[in-house]
């Protein structure tokens, strides 16, 4: 995160941030190889949405594609027109990071996410697809977004602080055996 803010702080785009990352994290994997040699890279999507313009800037380092919602309720998915590795993955392969330019008309949302949302599950194992749970539906306000996105994927996230009812009125415990404990809920 501080190789972020150091970038967005001193490059003035967000083609400039990406590469500054790539270097940043190339001299991290040099200092830190025997510890993570196979987990040293990140995704990201570097969003830039200049002044005064209605128009987004975005570079995509082999994240999630980010979401535009139009106020009318419209989706459009921000499919890069040219894919890129993770940052941190150079030494595979050299291109020039290109900022793709999106309009981003007044009323639009942009959803930036990441695969722990993509990759939430029902209790039937299903994944939570958000192109599909969100496209037609209007969001008057960001808020009522993220609102509508908690309350569709909590319930599919038990865990610590989560509830675990068993649908007879108590509850299970993390390794799902019927908490006996007063009626209350594990601290687990």
Same mark, same amino acid.
């Given at each position: 995160?501080?190789?972020?803010?150091?970038?967005?702080?001193?490059?003035?785009?967000?083609?400039?941030?990406?590469?500054?990352?790539?270097?940043?994290?190339?001299?991290?994997?040099?200092?830190?190889? *025997?510890? #993570? %040699?196979?987990?040293? !890279?990140?995704?990201? =999507?570097?969003?830039?949405?200049? +002044?005064?313009?209605?128009?987004? @800037?975005?570079?995509?380092?082999?994240?999630?594609?980010?979401?535009?919602?139009?106020?009318?309720?419209?989706?459009?998915?921000?499919?890069?027109?040219?894919?890129?590795?993770?940052?941190?993955?150079?030494?595979?392969?050299?291109?020039?990071?290109?900022?793709?330019?999106?309009?981003?008309?007044?009323?639009?949302?942009?959803?930036?996410?990441?695969?722990?949302?993509?990759? *939430?599950? #029902? %209790?039937?194992?299903? !994944?939570?697809?958000? =192109?599909?749970?969100?496209?037609? +539906?209007?969001?008057?306000?960001? @808020?009522?977004?993220?609102?509508?996105?908690?309350?569709?994927?909590?319930?599919?996230?038990?865990?610590?602080?989560?509830?675990?009812?068993?649908?007879?009125?108590?509850?299970?415990?993390?390794?799902?055996?019927?908490?006996?404990?007063?009626?209350?809920?594990?601290?687990?």
């Amino acid at each position: 995160m501080g190789a972020f803010r150091e970038a967005a702080e001193q490059e003035p785009t967000v083609e400039g941030v990406a590469q500054r990352l790539e270097r940043a994290l190339a001299r991290e994997g040099l200092r830190r190889r *025997a510890l #993570d %040699a196979f987990e040293g !890279f990140t995704t990201a =999507v570097l969003a830039e949405v200049p +002044r005064g313009a209605a128009e987004l @800037r975005l570079v995509n380092r082999g994240h999630t594609e980010p979401l535009l919602l139009e106020r009318d309720g419209r989706l459009h998915v921000l499919t890069p027109g040219e894919h890129a590795l993770p940052l941190g993955m150079g030494e595979l392969g050299a291109w020039p990071d290109r900022a793709e330019i999106i309009d981003f008309p007044p009323g639009a949302t942009l959803l930036l996410y990441t695969d722990g949302l993509s990759e *939430a599950r #029902d %209790a039937r194992g299903r !994944f939570y697809d958000p =192109v599909a749970r969100l496209s037609g +539906r209007v969001f008057p306000h960001p @808020r009522a977004l993220l609102t509508t996105i908690t309350e569709e994927v909590l319930p599919r996230c038990p865990g610590p602080g989560h509830d675990r009812r068993d649908g007879r009125g108590g509850w299970r415990d993390r390794y799902g055996r019927r908490d006996r404990s007063s009626g209350t809920r594990d601290a687990a």
